[in-house]
């Protein structure tokens, strides 16, 4: 799923291309795409793109007479820019818009349909989509430990509910969670103050850190492949692979369709974390410590 590092840098692609453009015409071909049903897409035709901003994970294009069509990409959805005299757009395109300078092409190559658009008006209505999570880059400390600590969640969870903190995903809350070298296991409230700290100038550091790597990768070029899986990453999509702080192997926990990365030596005090469909497999085999991993590796 994009995340805040992927969302900026559609944004930045967007405002070069959108602001100041009329919207000729809104195609909807999805069956399930549209969530709301006042205004209809008609009410934005002719109108100009007055602002761009994120909301969370989604996409805000904000045309004139206070008219915002959003977009949330979830897992699969993706956006694509091309002339408007190329063809009529197939799948796996479910909406589009056209404007003088090209068209905006969502698409979701996917047959579990997750991606969605909003059309709403008037700012007020923005709040009803607004999951109201505290917005990591430009706070402070104390502002993201009371956020962090208002439930007593683990911080992989915690890190990753749009309630809590703002545009964070499984992708990037790894990374953060290795830079701050934390378990993805531990408790929000019992982090110490130092730890808070460390959690909240790594969360920063690495948001910004690949906003601007991402930036510098495309340049003017329209992002064409957004992934969860990018070179450089630490950990991420990394499993047993080096880490490349400690260069243990970088392990990982499925829960489900999704897994998160880890790594045992910077994080975990050498513990490997329960993977629920591993540790029903292997039962008394499962190594439970980064030292019974390596030696089961040498014996072979």
């Known amino acids: 799923m994009p995340e805040y590092p992927d969302i900026q840098l559609y944004l930045h692609a967007l405002r070069s291309r959108l602001l100041g453009q009329r919207l000729r015409e809104v195609r909807i071909v999805g069956p399930n795409v549209l969530r709301t049903v006042t205004p209809r897409p008609d009410a934005f035709k002719e109108q100009t793109v007055v602002d761009l901003e994120r909301l969370g994970k989604r996409i805000v294009i904000g045309f004139e007479n206070e008219l915002f069509l959003i977009l949330h990409l979830m897992i699969a959805g993706r956006l694509q820019w091309r002339p408007v005299s190329d063809r009529v757009p197939g799948k796996?395109?479910?909406?589009?818009?056209?404007?003088?300078?090209?068209?905006?092409?969502?698409?979701?190559?996917?047959?579990?349909?997750?991606?969605?658009?909003?059309?709403?008006?008037?700012?007020?209505?923005?709040?009803?989509?607004?999951?109201?999570?505290?917005?990591?880059?430009?706070?402070?400390?104390?502002?993201?430990?009371?956020?962090?600590?208002?439930?007593?969640?683990?911080?992989?969870?915690?890190?990753?509910?749009?309630?809590i903190l703002s545009g964070?995903?499984?992708?990037?809350?790894?990374?953060?969670?290795?830079?701050?070298?934390?378990?993805?296991?531990?408790?929000?409230?019992?982090?110490?103050?130092?730890?808070?700290?460390?959690?909240?100038?790594?969360?920063?550091?690495?948001?910004?850190?690949?906003?601007?790597?991402?930036?510098?990768?495309?340049?003017?070029?329209?992002?064409?492949?957004?992934?969860?899986?990018?070179?450089?990453?630490?950990?991420?999509?990394?499993?047993?692979?080096?880490?490349p702080v400690c260069r243990a192997p970088v392990q990982r926990v499925v829960h489900g369709e999704s897994e998160f990365n880890y790594c045992p030596r910077c994080q975990t005090e050498g513990k490997i974390l329960a993977d629920r469909s591993l540790s029903r497999l292997l039962r008394d085999n499962w190594p439970r410590t980064l030292e019974e991993l390596e030696e089961r590796g040498r014996s072979t």
């Open 92 to 163: 796996p395109a479910t909406a589009w818009m056209d404007f003088d300078a090209g068209r905006l092409i969502l698409t979701e190559a996917s047959r579990r349909k997750r991606a969605g658009m909003w059309l709403l008006r008037g700012r007020d209505s923005l709040q009803a989509i607004d999951p109201g999570g505290l917005e990591v880059v430009g706070s402070d400390t104390r502002e993201f430990a009371e956020a962090v600590r208002r439930q007593n969640r683990i911080l992989k969870r915690a890190l990753t509910d749009p309630t």
């Open 168 to 243: 964070i995903g499984n992708a990037y809350s790894d990374e953060i969670l290795h830079r701050a070298q934390l378990s993805p296991f531990r408790r929000t409230q019992a982090l110490s103050s130092d730890e808070m700290t460390r959690l909240h100038r790594s969360a920063v550091d690495v948001l910004v850190e690949w906003e601007r790597r991402l930036r510098d990768e495309h340049g003017a070029t329209w992002p064409g492949k957004i992934t969860a899986f990018r070179e450089g990453m630490a950990v991420h999509g990394r499993h047993g692979q080096a880490c």
